[in-house]
């Protein structure tokens, strides 16, 4: 069943690809003031990869807030606070930089480890109604997300 929307997800990015209309350029300064859907709400962790659920009590997730111009990912690997640069840039890509986390130990922190490095190996997005999924530089899906309502 969560192959399904997946399924979807990957075949929308696909068509969206193809289109001929051409695709909007941004210089750096401007690729961080850009509106986009990921800014504003929270995305809490659905799936790490294709299939695997978060099983333990604390859900990972993040939100984008504006500050100072540039863009701030805020939010929780499961364990720990996270906070880090992004930038979203034309053709839907995602950049985090200098990802920290507040490094309480905890009894699923090496899950937590994943998240973060989930966050920082993403290079694309693509968004489909609530569900936001991560790709990383060579297409794999990383983790998908759902917005809070």
Not at 15 to 33: E, K, R
Not at 49 to 62: Q, V
Not at 81 to 109: K, P, Q, W, Y
Not at 141 to 149: H, K, M, T
């Amino acid at each position: 069943m969560h192959k399904g929307w997946l399924t979807g997800i990957l075949l929308a990015g696909l068509l969206a690809g193809c289109s001929s209309a051409p695709t909007p350029t941004h210089d750096q300064s401007s690729a961080t003031t850009t509106a986009s859907p990921v800014v504003g709400p929270r995305w809490n962790l659905l799936l790490l990869g294709t299939s695997e659920r978060w099983t333990h009590p604390d859900t990972p997730y993040f939100e984008v807030e504006r500050q100072g111009g540039q863009l701030r990912l805020v939010g929780s690997n499961g364990c720990n606070r996270i906070s880090g640069a992004l930038r979203l840039e034309s053709g839907n890509r995602f950049s985090v930089e200098d990802l920290a986390s507040t490094r309480m130990v905890c009894a699923n922190g090496n899950d937590a480890q994943r998240v973060e490095a989930m966050l920082t190996g993403a290079y694309r997005y693509l968004i489909d109604h609530d569900r936001l999924v991560l790709f990383g530089r060579d297409s794999r899906v990383l983790g998908g997300f759902r917005r809070a309502d």
